[in-house]
């Protein structure tokens, strides 16, 4: 195998900085990489405030890159991060990314974040051709960092490290897209000569998504479902008809999880270890949790789950279409998230009315996450859509069945019961309403009852391969193929 030399531009990685599945996918993938022999480097904003909430520890670089924009010059040092093993590149600028939030406040997004992912896009590219050798891929991620294969191809390949270098662009969202006015092309030098339908125009607006898709040499989703959704009216946000001209370059790649951070066999957060064909500690982890909610502890009461942001996208009303039937049922509810005004006030309430059958917990917490994923005995997630979706992986390793909408990652990641019941890892329903989610919790609950079948389920959940490994070998040959080796 050759060893390729990578580097990652992306607006946010765990563990430095995070507000979604983005940053899992750039804080991990590269391990995994890295692992299997290549060498990685991640570049990304200096978010000094995350940075800090977290625990990271930086070094500051004897190096600063000067980049004009937006009309006036900017000096940005930079830093330099280590986390186990995996070194970040860190672009200090305070008064673009020393804010509270990685992309505006709560609920908005800010004013100048074509500015402020435009100068990372410049500043990566000034990096990367500094570090060293030359670069064989640049892989970026979604809208903040959609103009660096189409400015690496029209004003930075004059670097000889960056002259060979093939770029990825990985879509993990289609709906954000980075849609700014056009006047931000003079200001910022963008290459006029591509802006125009056939690139990153759109409605005589800069779309940066449209940019990554019509100039990197690759393209990949984060699961082959979503990639032929995408190319679909009902999913393409607009782009689909743009994505069908570059169908040859798009790839579905299945995200992977952490899997030794997720790990009921060690996790310390839970009340009791558990794993694969022993799940007593299961046991124990829902009592735990029944017991803190103030539930009814009763083991043998369906315990439902959720995680996740409280959006439409995420199915939340067929939720709230669904719950008090559940709880009056007798069923009990577990939900931790938070999002639109209108659904943590309706779950609060519901958690008022039945404070021994349903908890909510308003925001996150990680510690509560992994409780509630112990506790579970099944995980909701009745997205509209999914790109490829985490929760479904992280539920399953703690065996915690989800109960899922058929569509992009979830369709790809959870066995349907109907299907193929020896291998089954969870449930299935078709349709967005509320109807069809009810009967397949309800197919859920008959299996529940069956404690051999339930057993069987969820033992090959928590058995499901979900390791990066497979993912960094699929873009490893990838980028293999890229680079002609």
């Known amino acids: 195998m050759v060893k390729l030399n990578i580097v990652f531009v992306a607006s946010e990685a765990a563990p430095l900085a995070k507000t979604g599945g983005l940053a899992d996918v750039a804080g991990s993938l590269p391990h995994a990489l890295q692992h299997i022999g290549h060498k990685v480097t991640v570049i990304m904003p200096f978010y000094r405030q995350h940075l800090a909430a977290n625990n990271i520890s930086t070094t500051p670089l004897d190096k600063t890159i000067e980049m004009w924009a937006d009309g006036r010059p900017r000096y940005c040092p930079l830093h330099e991060a280590v986390v186990d093993g995996l070194h970040f590149i860190l672009i200090e600028q305070d008064d673009l990314y020393a804010r509270e939030g990685l992309y505006g406040p709560t609920g908005g997004a800010y004013d100048d974040n074509l500015l402020r992912f435009v100068l990372l896009d410049r500043v990566a590219l000034e990096v990367a051709a500094q570090l060293g050798q030359p670069i064989d891929i640049l892989h970026c991620h979604d809208w903040q960092t959609g103009l660096v294969p189409l400015l690496l191809k029209t004003q930075y390949q004059h670097y000889a490290s960056l002259s060979k270098t093939k770029t990825v662009y990985t879509i993990h969202n ?77 790839t579905g790649v299945v995200n992977g999880l952490d899997i030794e951070n997720w790990d009921p066999l060690v996790d310390k957060v839970i009340a009791a270890n558990y794993g694969p064909d022993n799940l007593d500690g299961k046991k124990a982890c829902k009592h735990a949790l029944q017991t803190m909610a103030g539930l009814t502890v009763d083991a043998d009461i369906p315990l439902l789950t959720l995680i996740s942001r409280l959006a439409e996208q995420k199915g939340i009303d067929l939720l709230l279409a669904n719950a008090e039937s559940w709880l009056n049922r007798g069923y009990q509810l577990a939900v931790l998230g938070s999002g639109d005004g209108y659904s943590e006030h309706a779950l609060s309430e519901l958690a008022a009315r039945y404070p021994q059958r349903m908890y909510f917990y308003r925001g996150f917490n990680e510690d509560v996450a992994r409780q509630i994923y112990a506790a579970g005995d099944m995980f909701l997630m009745p997205s509209r859509f999914e790109p490829c979706g985490l929760g479904q992986l992280m539920a399953m390793r703690y065996g915690n069945v989800p109960v899922v909408r058929a569509t992009g990652g979830l369709s790809d990641t959870v066995i349907d019961y109907t299907v193929d019941p020896n291998g089954a890892t969870g449930v299935h329903f078709e349709e967005a309403r509320p109807e069809p989610f009810d009967e397949a919790v309800e197919k859920a609950i008959s299996l529940y009852r069956k404690p051999r079948i339930w057993a069987k389920i969820c033992n090959n959940g928590i058995k499901r391969n979900s390791s990066w490994d497979a993912s960094a070998q699929t873009y490893a040959e990838l980028y293999g193929r890229l680079l002609g080796a």
């Open 174 to 250: 289609l709906a954000y897209q980075g849609v700014f006015p056009g006047e931000w092309v003079g200001r910022l030098g963008l290459p006029s000569h591509h802006y125009h339908p056939g690139g990153y125009e759109f409605h005589h607006q800069i779309n940066c998504m449209k940019g990554g898709i019509q100039a990197a040499d690759a393209i990949t989703t984060v699961s082959p479902t979503y990639a032929e959704e995408i190319m679909t009216p009902e999913y393409g946000c607009h782009l689909d008809g743009f994505l069908l001209n570059h169908v040859d370059r798009l």
